[in-house]
């Protein structure tokens, strides 16, 4: 049986760190952006159209409520279906490869017949905004209202897009096989804990 972790993570919560963090723990490949170049290669397209458009517009497919849609072309539609089928396939194969990590992308429920170990990270408010701001790009410089606009956009479009996918909730216990909590926590401090788990969980 194969070790399959994903991790599913509020924006600002250290999720993307803990999964590379936990993968070189566990002496495993982490994949995270790496899908999205993936992607972009094979449609011969800009990585960060592909990142946008896989994550957030595809969202244009579907409605919102009832009797409603988002507006959009034919083709822009087409086109963002089109990616999110071909990063479905990219997370399948990686899984089919072996052990693995896999941040975001919903991947807990697209690999659902591979049993997976689904983690779900989230942290307070305060600490999310000090995380974010301590890893910003030199030309960066959003206020704490800013970054908690940036947090709430992004959080949404990820409930939304589970919401497509899953009749469980984003972020709700149910979901998930674990819920880490990094408020106030460098991530490198809980990562042999969290190693720990994984090889119990199964069974090693």
């Known amino acids: 049986m194969s070790k399959i972790i994903t991790i599913s993570r509020e924006f600002g919560s250290g999720g993307r760190e803990l999964g590379k963090r936990l993968a070189e723990a566990l002496n ?3 994949y995270d952006y790496q899908i999205i170049e993936m992607v972009a290669e094979k449609q011969g397209l ?3 159209y592909v990142e946008n458009a896989s994550e ?3 969202r244009a497919f579907y409605p919102t409520t009832i009797g409603v ?6 083709y822009f539609i087409n086109q963002s279906v089109e ?3 071909e990063q479905t396939k990219v997370i399948r194969e990686l899984a089919e490869k072996g052990d693995c990590i896999i941040v975001g992308r919903c991947a807990d429920v697209l690999l659902s017949g591979k049993n997976p170990l689904n ?8 600490s999310k905004i000090k995380r974010c701001q301590a890893r910003a790009k030199g030309d960066e410089n959003l206020s704490e209202k800013e970054i908690e606009k940036k947090m709430k956009e992004i959080d949404k479009s990820r409930a939304d897009l589970r919401k497509m996918l899953s ?8 979901g998930y096989h674990l819920l880490v909590n990094t408020s106030g926590k460098e991530i490198k401090s809980i990562v042999p804990g969290l190693a720990a788990y994984v090889n119990a969980y199964f069974n090693e």
């Open 167 to 174: 009749d469980t909730k984003w972020g709700d216990k149910e």
């Open 69 to 74: 849609r988002f507006s959009a072309s034919t």
């Open 28 to 30: 495993i490949p982490c």
């Open 56 to 58: 957030r517009d595809i």
């Open 119 to 126: 983690i779900f990270v989230y942290a307070d408010k305060a």
């Open 83 to 85: 990616l999110f089928t």
């Open 46 to 48: 800009d990585k960060d």
